[in-house]
């Protein structure tokens, strides 16, 4: 019955990389405009990292994440990815998918967590 499901977590090395899946109904993946991956590291606020516009399957990061992460939506397997490549120790979080209608995507934390659907979150652990 969940809506979203993360995938993909685990541990890594230094410069390795990952990457995550966030399996979502067709009804839920085609009724919202936007999807995005976020992340919480214990002791910090919960962060936006990237997010993607569905019709167009442009992706906006963050700082942290530009030239490292990409984003993608198979939208035949109603499926959201991040690609983590060089990953770093500081990467270390628990990621989340989230499902959003908006006409804008770039609303943050907020918007995503008063109006949209969020799955349970997927460890990412990264070692020196």
């Known amino acids: 019955q969940e809506q979203l499901m993360e995938s993909g977590g685990g541990s890594v090395q230094a410069g390795g990389s990952l990457r995550l899946s966030c399996e979502a109904s067709?009804?839920?993946?085609?009724?919202?405009?936007?999807m995005a991956w976020f992340r919480q590291a214990p002791g910090r606020t919960r962060e936006e990292v990237a997010h993607?516009?569905?019709?167009?399957?442009?992706?906006f990061y963050a700082d942290s994440a530009k030239g490292r992460f990409t984003i993608s939506k198979d939208t035949a397997k109603t499926t959201l990815y991040l690609q983590m490549d060089t990953l770093k120790p500081e990467d270390t979080a628990m990621y989340y998918c989230?499902?959003?209608?908006?006409?804008?995507?770039?609303?943050?934390?907020?918007?995503?967590?008063?109006?949209?659907?969020w799955g349970q979150g997927t460890q990412v652990t990264v070692s020196s």
């Open positions: 993607i516009y569905r019709q167009q399957n442009m992706g």
């Open positions: 067709s009804v839920t993946l085609y009724s919202t405009l936007c």
């Open positions: 989230a499902a959003l209608r908006a006409v804008y995507c770039d609303g943050g934390t907020w918007y995503y967590s008063t109006f949209g659907i």
